[in-house]
Each structure stands twice: as C-alpha cells, then as structure tokens.
C-alpha cells in the first residue's frame, strides 16, 4: 500500500515547509544568492451574503473561529517497516565529490510543536527524519540544506550543477551507501510533486533539495527549488 505524509501542507517561500499550514522559512537572509522545499498551502476564502428583511433581522456573523473547523493533527510519524522497526538507517554524513562537498555533517531535523521544519545551519545538512533513512530498500530519504544565509554559502550552493551519473556518498554507522544521480530538476514551488519527494515506500531514492532560480529581491527569497534524485548503486 501506497503510503505518504497524509495532512502535510507545503508553503513556497524560501525553504518553505509547513505542516498542518505552519511555515517554515529557510534560507534567504537577504543574501541575493540565498537560502530549500515545496508546493503551495492554498487559501480558501469564503464569503457569505446574508438576506435582511424588516421582519427578521440578520442573525450575527460568525466569528473565524466558529466558521473554520480545526484541522486534524498533520504531524507525521516515523516511517516503518512491515517488522515496525525504522525505515533504513539514519545519514551521518554526506560527500557530493562533483561539486566539492565533503563530509558534510547531517542532522535529523523534526517538526517543531508550532508546526515549522527545523533545519540545521548553512553548514550542516538536514535529514527528514519521519521520512524514510538510507539503505532501507524502500522509500525516499530527503536531504535538505541551505543555498545560502545571511551571505554565507551553504552546503548545497552548487546543487544545481550536479549531473545525472554523478556519485553521491551517505555515511551511516559504519557503512558509506553509494548513490547515482538519475535527475537533476527545478521545479516552481507551487508545483514540487510532494508526494513523490516524501513517499514512504516504492523503490528507495535519495532526494537532495534546495532553493533554486530566480531570486525575488522582495520576498528576499528564490522562486524555485533544485531537486536532484538518486537512487542505489
């Protein structure tokens, strides 16, 4: 059975990832070269008209809070096996050799209690850690970094110049897992394909992201976002 991240809400803006409609913003700092992943959290707005006759007056209008029902929870859980142990092993580490990225420390990175994705600093990496780990034959394990921030370059600045065929390397206890680029993409924030990115089953890939093509100086943020797929050697 098909399984994805049911509930989880994406917003396009900077690194933009929001669970149950919380943002989380990572990654332009002002820097014109700045900040990683993303489709948009849509906004309904609704508008009632209310008949008025001298016989009966208007009822009084809802508060927001009587209109809209609460979502249910969005906060995912950790991605299991069919033993219920972990899906694949946690990344330690991470070497993109094409473009000079070695040994970049990588950090499981959570849902805050306000809803927002933590992310690490510019020179870390982040691991979706509800998400699939490497190594586990199925699954996506999704690695997520900054551009750049407040002016300082970060791990996956030169992510888009990957080619396909080029080698990944993760560390894990003990072990490197190797990985093949078979695609190098940029995708409109609004139109990232979410449920292929963060899809807990399937055949395992490795999904690099970051920000990507033009840089809006007003959201102080990139419009798009780099995604280069792997898959096992």
Sequence with gaps: MRRT????????????????GAQLVAGSGGDPLSAAAVAPVSSVVTTTT?????AAPAPAAASLADVIRPLDSALPEIALDGFGEPLGFQPLGLSLPAINVTDANINPVGVEANGELELPSTVDVGWYEFGAGVDGGEGSTVLAAHIAYNGVDGVFRRLDEIQTSDIVFVDVDG???????????????????????????GEEQLV???CGGSFNPDLRSYESNVVV????V
């Design 5 to 20: 991240l049911a509930g989880v809400a994406f917003f396009a803006a900077g690194l933009g990832i929001a669970f149950g």
């Design 50 to 54: 209310t008949t008025t006759t001298s």
């Design 175 to 201: 072990k490197t897992i190797e990985y093949r680029v078979i695609n190098v993409r940029l995708y409109d924030k609004q139109a990232l394909p979410f449920d292929d990115i963060f899809r807990e089953d």
């Design 208 to 210: 690099l992201i970051t």
């Design 229 to 232: 797929t792997a898959i096992p």
